[in-house]
């Protein structure tokens, strides 16, 4: 399974961005995905999953009302929409996938995507 994440870029606070993970060599319904990020100096954190199970979805607190996770079957592809940017956002963001289940320290996940870069100015 290949994970290529997009859409990163660069944002003023308050404003909003879409990343896209695409996902090639497994269809995305047969899979727990999720997306991850990393501060400089900071540990990798969990942001947002979405279950293969049941199509539910869970978020960090921090994101929570500002983040949303979806899936497009048809494109393979699993979006992270976040609105309401804060500078505190500003991270390298990693699309992850798990056949089993997603742990949410990112631990034992069996595939990453190259990370986005997201830069959220004043």
């Known amino acids: 399974v290949q994970l290529q994440a997009s859409g990163g870029g660069l944002v003023q606070a308050g404003g909003s961005l879409r990343l896209s993970c695409a996902a090639s060599?497994?269809?995305?319904?047969?899979?727990?995905m999720g997306w991850f990020r990393q501060a400089p100096g900071r540990d990798r954190e969990f942001v947002a999953g979405?279950?293969?199970?049941?199509?539910?979805?869970m978020y960090a607190d921090s994101v929570k009302g500002r983040f949303t996770i979806s899936r497009d079957n048809a494109k393979n592809t699993v979006y992270l929409q976040m609105n309401s940017l804060k500078i505190e956002d500003t991270a390298v963001y990693y699309c992850?996938?798990?056949?089993?289940?997603?742990?949410?320290?990112?631990?034992?996940?069996?595939?990453w995507g190259k990370g986005t870069q997201v830069t959220v100015s004043s």
């Open positions: 992850a996938a798990d056949k089993g289940i997603l742990n949410t320290r990112g631990i034992g996940i069996d595939y």
């Open positions: 060599g497994r269809t995305v319904i047969r899979l727990h």
């Open positions: 979405f279950s293969r199970s049941d199509g539910s979805t």
